[in-house]
């Protein structure tokens, strides 16, 4: 079997659809900034994505603002406001916040002042979801966009964000929402591009590929691609257990991501367990891929209660639209092998 990709919480492939409008994009010559012929073609272009994402978002074309991707967005939303915060956030939300929100041995965060705190929609590691309440300062949807079903308009949220290449979008571009009427100070200044919250001429290859990726995204959502999505990762963690009676399966007693599986294997390093699946053909991971490719024990498994010992044994399986059946028994086969050695190593 060729290699199998399971690890689309970091990146999913690039959509068929983001493809053919990126490389139509590169043939328009104009700057969206420019008041010709060109330059409406551009900006006619832009215009169109930005409709695209906020359909998909359940949002207004007018508080799409695009930026650089999620931890731009997040920079945008949160420097200087001094919010609330908890230790099971991504990275990017963690360096502008206070991190004083408790966290469950469920994953979720108990959070008394909503206007003045962050919460994430999904966790990118457990797939953990939140129950996110009224009045919400800002949340991190980087997520939960494409795999469950949002509207920014009635979600009572005030700004949140997203990244293009979590749902088969290019990689480097992303967009933060704002409720109507709020606004955000430019962290870069200059020509006064995006209603002046972003200056720079416009990533307009990315931009394009970013609409259409959402727009097929939700056409997923929409024809249930996700509930058999939910049904394969449910397959694969039966056949885990069957291999493996110990290994914990995080958050599954609550709602999740349908396309998450974190396990905690006692004794087996996460680390371990990466590099053995690699060698045999399949892409998972150990938790983030944010951390500048290490591979290191899970903060949000500690900020849960897990012990740093447990927390070093955790292991991501995260799945896609084009994920087979046949993908998924062939990886629980070669993780059930290697896992038979792991024991019997301890015997």
Same mark, same amino acid.
Request: proline fraction near 3%; aromatic fraction near 6%.
């Given at each position: ?122 966790? !990118? ?59 955000? !100070? ?12 972003? !200056? ?50 995080? %958050? ?93 190593? %301890?015997?």
């Amino acid at each position: 079997m060729a290699r199998v990709y399971l690890d689309w919480n970091a990146t999913a492939p690039l959509r068929p659809e983001a493809r053919t409008a990126m490389v139509a994009a590169m043939d328009i010559v104009g700057n969206p900034s420019s008041v010709h012929a060109e330059g409406r073609a551009a900006k006619g272009l832009m215009e169109r994505a930005r409709g695209q994402i906020a359909t998909a978002l359940g949002a207004q074309a007018a508080d799409i603002v695009f930026v650089s991707g999620s931890t731009e967005a997040a920079a945008l939303a949160l420097e200087g406001r001094g919010l609330h915060g908890a230790a099971i956030e991504h990275d990017a939300v963690r360096a502008w916040v206070t991190e004083d929100l408790a966290v469950g041995r469920d994953g979720l965060v108990t959070l008394d002042e909503p206007a003045a705190s962050t919460l994430q929609l999904a966790n !990118s590691e457990t797939g953990i979801v939140q129950d996110l309440p009224q009045g919400l300062a800002v949340s991190d949807w980087t997520q939960g966009f494409g795999k469950l079903p949002l509207a920014f308009d009635w979600s009572g949220v005030e700004m949140a964000f997203v990244s293009a290449h979590k749902l088969g979008g290019p990689k480097g571009i992303g967009a933060l929402i704002l409720k109507r009427g709020l606004d955000v !100070s430019a962290r870069i200044r200059g020509g006064g591009q995006e209603m002046g919250r972003r !200056s720079g001429t416009e990533n307009l290859i990315g931009i394009a590929g970013f609409g259409a990726a959402a727009e097929a995204a939700i056409q997923d959502l929409e024809n249930g691609i996700w509930e058999k999505v939910e049904k394969l990762r449910n397959i694969l963690e039966k056949a885990l257990d069957h291999f493996a009676r110990e290994t914990i399966f995080v %958050g599954k007693d609550g709602a999740r991501l349908p396309n998450t599986s974190m396990m905690l294997t006692p004794g087996w390093k996460g680390e371990t367990q990466v590099m053995q699946m690699d060698l045999a053909g399949f892409a998972v991971s150990a938790g983030s891929a944010c951390s500048s490719g290490k591979v290191k024990a899970s903060g949000v498994l500690r900020a849960m209660g897990y012990s740093e010992a447990e927390a070093a044994c955790a292991l991501r399986v995260s799945l896609g639209p084009t994920t087979t059946e046949a993908e998924v028994l062939a990886f629980a086969e070669a993780w059930g092998a290697a896992h038979d050695r792991f024991a019997e190593r %301890g015997r």
